[in-house]
């Protein structure tokens, strides 16, 4: 057992019981490492549950801010039907070299779509509409991707962002991180958004040792 703490312990369990990697993801894993590309990305779990909720609300169309190495994009395209598609926008020209080769070692290659550069700058470009779309980019900017694109989404899309809990730094009165205090207004802005029904899922991260308690913002356009 790599796990110490009682959350990386419940986290092991729930993984070894329902969630099983292809190939693809194992690849995209160990390629990522050996390109040094930071360990940032959602874990197994979280890549489990992202797929369910794609393939409970029938998505055909994803958008997803923050690449990586492609770990999430290859677990949310994997949900997908035949005809689905997936555009997944990265700033770093680094880690989406490393996209690339990853999703070119999985069969969905076509399902996928990257674009390197500003979100802020490429989201007005994409066409009209989004089933189903996961940020998971730069903290301080949440609010103004979402206000770019809640116009790009229907009735009923699913807008999930992660680490909007940051093992509680959003609970802090003042804020030790700048991003805590964009992420507390952030999570203020999705509580009194008319357009959105949201609700916060806490969940744990397995770092080795400690408790560490991050969240997924669920929201509902109305
Ligand atoms: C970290 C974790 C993330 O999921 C992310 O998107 C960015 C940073 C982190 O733990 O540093
Ligand atoms: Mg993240």
């Not at 999430?72 to 490393?98: C, F």
């Not at 550069?117 to 089933?131: C, K, M, R, V, Y």
């Amino acid at each position: 057992m790599i796990n110490s703490s009682l959350t990386g312990q419940v986290d092991e369990y729930i993984e070894n019981l329902f969630v099983e990697e292809d190939e693809a993801l194992t690849f995209a894993i160990k390629n990522s490492k050996k390109n040094n590309l930071p360990p940032i990305q959602i874990t197994p779990v979280i890549g489990k549950f992202l797929s369910m909720q794609v393939k409970i609300i029938n998505a055909k169309r994803i958008l997803e801010l923050g690449t990586l190495g492609a770990y999430s994009t290859l677990w949310l395209a994997k949900a997908l039907p035949d005809d689905g598609k997936i555009i997944t926008i990265e700033h770093n020209n680094n880690y989406a070299v490393v996209a690339e080769e990853n999703i070119l070692s999985s069969k969905m290659k076509d399902t996928i779509e990257i674009k390197i550069g500003e979100a802020l700058s490429i989201i007005p470009t994409l066409s009209p509409t989004f089933d189903f779309v996961f940020i998971d980019a730069n903290k301080e900017e949440y609010k103004d991707y979402i206000e770019k694109i809640i116009p790009l989404c229907h009735k009923d899309s699913v807008i999930v962002c992660d680490n909007v809990i940051r093992n509680g730094g959003v609970l802090q009165k003042n804020p030790e991180k700048a991003y805590y205090k964009k992420l507390q207004e952030f999570n203020a802005y999705l509580a009194n958004n008319k357009k959105l029904e949201t609700t916060i899922l806490p969940f744990t991260v397995p770092l080795t040792g400690r408790d560490y308690i991050d969240g997924l913002s669920i929201s509902r356009v109305l």
